[in-house]
Each structure stands twice: as C-alpha cells, then as structure tokens.
C-alpha cells in the first residue's frame, strides 16, 4: 500500500464549487505539505504543517484553506473554485530530522470549468 | 531566500549518451539540495539529496550529482542514458540547512531519450 495517498485522483469541477482534496500519510510523519503544479512552472508551495497545531501558507496560499485533522491527515480545500486553479495537485509528507527528504503522493488532477 | 535556477526546460539525447541536467541554487544557509524525478502520470520520487556531506552524491537508477560551493551549482549526470530516463526533473533547495523542510522547486526539465 501506497504510504502517502490522495484522494480524489480526478476531479472536473465548475467554477464556485467548494472543493476538498484529502492526503492520507501511513509514514507516521510530522510535516505535510500542499503544492501545486503548473506546466512550466515546476511545483509551489501551498499550505504547510509542521505539526497538528501549526498551519502556516505558502508562497499561494490565497484561494486556498487547509485542516490538519490528525497527524496523519490533512485537508486542502478551494472555497470557491476558479478556472485557474486547475493543476496538478501534491501532498507531501517529511520526518523533519537531520537528512530527511519529503515523500510525495500521487496527485490530484483538478479541472475547474 | 532560496531560488533554483534549472537551465533548459527540454533536453535530448541519445540513448547511451552522458544526461546532463543543470541547477544552480541562492540560498541563504548551508545549502540542501536534492533532484526528483517525475515520471508520466506519478508523483515526484527522489533521485538523491546533498546534506553537507560528500560533495558527489550517487542517486538511484545510476543517476548522480555534484555539489560545487563555488559555481553554485548541483548538476545532475548520468553516463549513460535508457529509455527509461524520459521524465521530467526537478532541482530544489530547503530554507533549512541539513534537512527537507519548505523546498523551493525549479520550473523542471524535461528529459526525452532517443534511439
């Protein structure tokens, strides 16, 4: 089983539509992180929690909302969907030590018409 | 601040040619610097990760890097490119030294491999 999932894969969408996408980590990590992916402009950073009580935004962070629900959990939410946030969607999870690296899931490709 | 700077958005080459992928980073700390790999339709796997510690780092899938404090850079190399190697890559550097905390991407490179 996948230690880090996503979940829809898929989601087409019309514009003002609130939108939750989940991430699910098995890896028992601290650090979960949202990004976002455009052709061209590699991956940005979101949203990101260091831990169940800290949240903090990313260079995009507006339109966007998060929840980290448990340690293992946490939520990106698009409150009102606009065609320009359609993108390839990552969750992210990292231990936080010395060496570390971040693990990826496998996206979420979101339309919004 | 952190930056990464990938030059060449696609690059080609022969199958069995030398793959060089170029990064150049800003950072502010002792830098961590790492490549991952972005096959067709899958998330970002990590190729290999510099912490401070030797300056060559070896990565999987016979891929490697060099870090070079005076030029700023961490090239990715591979002797000898496979089909297999057509992806996309990416460069990023931590806002923390030694450790994967906030990356800063680059805008990726595209690798096709031809025959």
């Known amino acids: 089983d996948a230690d880090v999932t996503q979940t829809p894969r898929n989601r087409i969408t019309k514009t003002g539509k609130r939108i939750m996408l989940e991430c699910s980590q098995t890896?028992?990590?601290?650090?979960m992180y949202w990004y976002r992916q455009d052709p061209g402009l590699g991956l940005q950073l979101i949203y990101y929690?260091?831990?169940?009580?800290?949240?903090n935004k990313g260079e995009i962070s507006d339109g966007y909302s998060v929840s980290r629900q448990a340690q293992a959990k946490f939520s990106l939410s698009l409150e009102s969907a606009i065609p320009n946030q359609t993108a390839l969607y990552f969750c992210?999870?990292?231990?936080?030590?010395?060496?570390?690296?971040?693990?990826f899931g496998p996206g979420t490709r979101l339309t919004v018409l | 601040a952190q930056s990464v700077t990938q030059l060449g958005s696609h690059v080609s080459v022969s199958e069995g040619a030398l793959v060089l992928l170029r990064c150049n980073y800003s950072?502010?700390?002792?830098?961590?610097l790492c490549w991952y790999v972005q096959y067709p339709n899958q998330g970002l796997q990590l190729l290999l990760k510099?912490?401070?510690?030797?300056?060559l780092v070896k990565g999987i899938n016979g891929f490697e890097a060099e870090f070079k404090k005076s030029e700023t850079s961490f090239h990715l190399t591979k002797p000898s490119a496979h089909m297999s190697d057509a992806a996309e890559y990416f460069c990023?550097?931590?806002?923390?030294?030694?450790?994967?905390?906030?990356?800063?991407f680059g805008t990726g490179t595209r690798l096709q491999v031809t025959l």
């Open positions: 890896k028992g990590h601290d650090r």
């Open positions: 992210a999870t990292s231990g936080g030590g010395l060496g570390n690296e971040q693990f």
């Open positions: 990023a550097v931590s806002d923390k030294a030694g450790t994967a905390s906030k990356l800063t």
């Open positions: 950072s502010s700390v002792p830098p961590y």
């Open positions: 929690s260091f831990d169940v009580k800290d949240i």
């Open positions: 510099y912490t401070s510690a030797a300056t």
